[in-house]
């Protein structure tokens, strides 16, 4: 069983920067893949952000590539976001998910792919 616990989420004005984090239990974390996915009001879950297993590889969504960067720590059982030039559409609440199936995996933005998520935290961007 894994548990993810996500913090950092809060509100802030437009052009301000948030830095999520994602604490994960598990003994073999640093095999799973980890994704940071957002869902808003009346809208589906959509990935944002992807990181393999030992970080070698990323994914961006294209409406925040080059304002967001994900990446791990391995020692901490930690995944991060780092959110920079914040919008208003970036309000959403923000999960972060695990791929935890056998052997070292690559970054994924199939939501399908994940078989845990966090709680969610909200993310909220004022103009």
């Known amino acids: 069983q894994v548990q993810l616990v996500e913090s950092g989420g809060g509100l802030v004005q437009a052009g301000g920067s948030l830095r999520l984090s994602c604490a994960a239990s598990?003994?073999?974390?640093?095999?799973?893949?980890m994704g940071w996915f957002r869902q808003a009001p009346g809208k589906e879950r959509e990935c944002v952000a992807a990181?393999?297993?030992?970080?070698?590889?990323?994914y961006y969504a294209d409406s925040v590539k080059g304002r967001f960067t994900i990446s791990r720590d391995n020692a901490k059982n930690t995944v991060y976001l780092q959110m920079n030039s914040l919008k208003p559409e970036d309000t959403a609440e923000y999960y972060c998910?695990?791929?935890?199936?056998?052997?070292?995996?690559?970054?994924?933005?199939?939501?399908?792919?994940?078989?845990?998520w966090g709680q969610g935290t909200q993310v909220t961007v004022s103009s």
């Open positions: 990181i393999s297993w030992n970080g070698g590889i990323t």
């Open positions: 598990g003994r073999t974390f640093r095999s799973y893949a």
């Open positions: 998910a695990a791929d935890s199936a056998p052997g070292n995996k690559v970054a994924t933005i199939d939501r399908d792919e994940y078989d845990y």
